[in-house]
């Protein structure tokens, strides 16, 4: 209706479109039509239409001559998801081949995983896929427990990955150490024979 769009039609101005990510940028646009109660389906239409480059709308070129009467909206967002989203295959196939941890914690893995099965349930397969990605030593300890949330599993092996950061730069601090202050660090980390029969080595 022409007064709901006038209502609606409040200032705004969209990031340009991101062909790599479709999916996330529609989800940004439809929060600020949210907060500015953009309702109307015209309106969030020429909003998208208007965020394309030009190679974006070349790609689209015949949906933007000719759009439908109705739901103009929806159509341009699957149009868009479709022409520039990865498939079902190709994201099974993403899954199934990833590069590793890197230097990112475990987390920021988990959430591009998640990402990628774009909101199916995690299953053992997805579970174990994220487990080969660790280092061998974390890897292990998550192994021998049930995770009924991906998001607790990334959470503990955060926890670990931490760990092993944080005892990785002690170990280079005491290799970077003098001669005589490494052996001032030794002797002080050496447990004394009465601690030894109560206490592990590192308690």
Not at 131 to 138: K, V
Not at 152 to 165: C, F, G, I
């Amino acid at each position: 209706m022409p007064g709901e769009e006038q209502q609606n039609a409040v200032s705004l101005k969209l990031p340009t479109f991101w062909t790599t990510q479709p999916q996330v940028w529609f989800e940004q646009a439809e929060a600020q039509f949210h907060i500015r109660q953009i309702t109307a389906d015209n309106t969030r239409y020429y909003y998208v239409v208007s965020a394309l480059d030009q190679n974006t709308a070349g790609r689209i070129i015949d949906y933007l001559r000719e759009p439908p009467d109705e739901n103009k909206y929806e159509g341009i967002k699957t149009l868009l998801n479709t022409t520039f989203g990865l498939t079902r295959r190709e994201r099974a196939a993403k899954l199934l081949h990833m590069d590793g941890l890197g230097d990112r914690k475990p987390s920021e893995l988990m959430n591009e995983m998640l990402a990628l099965m774009e909101g199916h349930k995690s299953c053992l397969l997805f579970e174990q896929i994220f487990l080969e990605q660790m280092p061998e030593d974390i890897r292990l300890l998550l192994a021998q427990y049930t995770f009924t949330d991906p998001r607790s599993l990334a959470a503990w092996a955060d926890e670990l990955w931490q760990t092993k950061q944080q005892e990785g730069a002690y170990i280079n601090r005491i290799t970077a150490l003098p001669r005589q202050e490494k052996q001032t660090v030794t002797r002080t980390a050496t447990p004394s024979t009465a601690n030894r029969d109560k206490w592990c080595y590192y308690h």
